[in-house]
């Protein structure tokens, strides 16, 4: 199938790179050529909300895929008059807003930490009296990364918070006093089959993912977030892969955030595990069946970001991999 990929990230590369084996053919949209997909697929130069470009590439494939969940969900929706898209246009829709994310996931009985909704300096009171502090304030919508968060510890920590994000739709946070982050990567094929990847610990450094640590072996959790992840993907009636990230207090999951895509913290699962996160969202976006995602042992993802090591020390040892994502550090 020519399978077309919105968004030409890694990540659309590592999708690319898992499929071709299938049989598969790529092609590749994003706002500028050279992306990290484009150096191996054919690629579609045009704004993320140009209809009528998005309808030529709509043209070119046969299913329509998403590396980066803040495609605008109107051009999900036109593309979707054409070609099947998966995920579904609803899960974007969802996965952009925090608040709506953390709505859905109340709905179906998954804990998250307590939030509110703010969009006025009195509401951002109203919640800090409401939630208490310390609490971490984020805009609602194109947040990643640790970007468009602020923190706060006190209430003097008010005040800049609203000069720093104010005058964009916000959610409080309560802070969560977290043991451990880890998240579930699952995938949902067009027949409804699920399949779960095992749990990976997730270590974050200034809001980035630094390192995953995969399985992380916790029965109780593991049943958990598998019962949560099920919800999620019915509720939506998902195709592909779906990442859940989850903050686990005590023996308690919290459900952080989702991404409605295959997810950084699922790369071990390249060499780590029977058949990858890319592959799997590739076999269920095409209608293949989905493939085993037992481990083959325990594996560790480091991210490098800024400076790239050193590749031919890492790859003296045996067991390292290395994925060269084709960015220039910055
Ligand atoms: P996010 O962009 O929501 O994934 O946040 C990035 C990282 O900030 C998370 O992985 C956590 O390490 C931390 N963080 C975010 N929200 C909270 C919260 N409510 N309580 C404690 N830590 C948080």
Known sequence: ????????????????????????????????????????????????DDPGQ????????????????NVPVASARILAE???VWPPPRALEVAQDRVAEKNLFRRLGIGTAPYAAVSTQTDLRRAARR???????????????GKGQAWLRDAADLEPAWQQLGGEPLIYEGFVAFGREVSLVSARSRDGDIVHYPLAENHHAQG???????PYVNEPLRRAAERHMVRVLEALDYTGVLCIEFFVRGRELLANEMAPRVHNSGHWTI??????QFENHVRAVTGMPLGSTAARGPA?????IGDMPDAD???ARPGVHLHDYGKTPR
Do not use: C
């Not at 199938?1 to 999708?15: F, K, S």
């Not at 998005?54 to 969940?69: G, I, N, Y």
């Not at 060499?271 to 990858?276: L, M």
């Open 1 to 48: 199938m020519r399978i077309g990929i919105v968004g030409a990230g890694q990540l659309a590369r590592m999708l690319a790179l898992a499929g071709y084996p299938l049989g598969h053919q790529f092609l590749v949209y994003d706002r500028s050529t050279g992306t990290p997909g484009g150096q191996v697929a054919p690629d579609i130069v045009g704004a993320f």
């Open 54 to 69: 998005l309808r030529r590439f709509a043209s070119q494939v046969d299913v329509v895929t998403f590396d980066w969940e």
């Open 82 to 84: 054409d070609v099947p």
């Open 131 to 145: 939630i208490g502090l310390p609490a971490v304030l984020k805009t609602r919508r194109m947040g990643y990364d």
């Open 208 to 214: 980035i993912l630094s390192w995953t640590r995969a």
């Open 271 to 276: 060499e780590g595990a029977v058949t990858s």
């Open 300 to 304: 560790v993802m480091v991210n490098f």
């Open 313 to 315: 020390a890492l790859l």
